[in-house]
């Protein structure tokens, strides 16, 4: 699942359809529940991670990227944390962050982040 600012409430929304679709499909097993979003960690984080989700978006339409680009907001620890305690009160197996830029710095920001939640 897919939630690009790591809305809670949008993921949850999505499993419950996975669910659905799952127990409709007759399957046994539970599905493994993966979801993600975007932050950035990095100086100027905001700023950064606003402009990287506007250039991935624009291909849609600039007013489509400039209306997703200004509701992202995953650009502090807490905000992070914020998203990664959804997913994990959610189920979710797994949770992949996806940096908004390629700064080293950021990746070892984010693994800080994780490794401090225990």
């Known amino acids: 699942m897919w939630s690009g600012n790591g ?12 669910d659905a679709a ?3 499909a ?4 539970p599905p493994t529940r993966v979801a993600g979003f975007w932050y950035s960690l990095a100086r100027d984080g905001q700023q950064r991670l606003q402009s990287y989700v ?4 624009e291909v ?3 007013d489509v990227a400039r209306a997703v680009s200004r509701t992202m907001d995953r650009s502090s620890p807490d905000r ?5 305690d959804a997913m994990e009160e959610l189920g979710c197996d797994e949770c992949y962050l996806v940096p908004a830029t390629c700064d080293l710095a950021e990746v070892e ?4 982040l994780v490794a401090k939640r225990g």
């Open 22 to 24: 799952w127990e409709d």
């Open 80 to 84: 992070v944390n914020e998203s990664l």
């Open 54 to 57: 506007y250039d991935y978006l």
């Open 7 to 18: 809305v809670g409430a949008e993921i949850e929304a999505a499993l419950r359809q996975v």
């Open 109 to 112: 920001r984010a693994a800080e």
């Open 26 to 29: 007759g399957r046994a097993t």
């Open 60 to 62: 849609f339409s600039p």
